[in-house]
């Protein structure tokens, strides 16, 4: 696990660096920072179980809030019939911006979820 943390520390961070440019980088940043921190901790084998629940359940939120949005994942499966989000790094569309937007939250959901199945194995112990 602490592989896995420290290479999810170095993702985030390159993560939140590359929103610098983003048209809401006061958004994606601190996303992307809140999973880093996280992480580093995990790492050093300190859990905190409720913080990673707490940003489990806003980025679910933010998640649903992408997928539904009406230029948002549903609307790119659908109407643009999973067009290509990965051939350019400019989202020319709001579509794909909220497509890869929702693939990232997915990412740091994933991640955070993990930790918190970890860190309650390990307090059993």
């Not at 896995?4 to 809401?24: E, K, M, R, S, T």
């Not at 050093?44 to 679910?60: D, N, Q, T």
């Not at 230029?71 to 400019?90: C, F, Q, S």
Request: net charge positive; aromatic share 24%; hydrophobic share 55%.
């Amino acid at each position: 696990m602490k592989i896995f943390n420290i290479f999810f520390v170095v993702v985030f961070i390159i993560f939140a660096g590359l929103q610098y440019n983003d048209p809401d980088p006061y958004v994606w940043m601190p996303i992307y920072l809140y999973g880093a921190l996280f992480c580093y901790l995990a790492a050093k084998k300190r859990f905190y179980r409720k913080a990673y629940l707490f940003g489990v359940f806003i980025y679910l939120v933010y998640a649903a809030y992408l997928f539904f949005d009406k230029t948002g994942v549903l609307d790119w499966a659908i109407e643009h019939h999973g067009e290509n989000i990965a051939g350019t790094m400019k989202a020319s569309t709001p579509w794909i911006e909220e497509t890869r937007e929702f693939f990232g939250l997915f990412i740091v959901i994933a991640v955070l979820m993990t930790n918190y199945v970890y860190a309650g194995r390990v307090a059993k112990k």
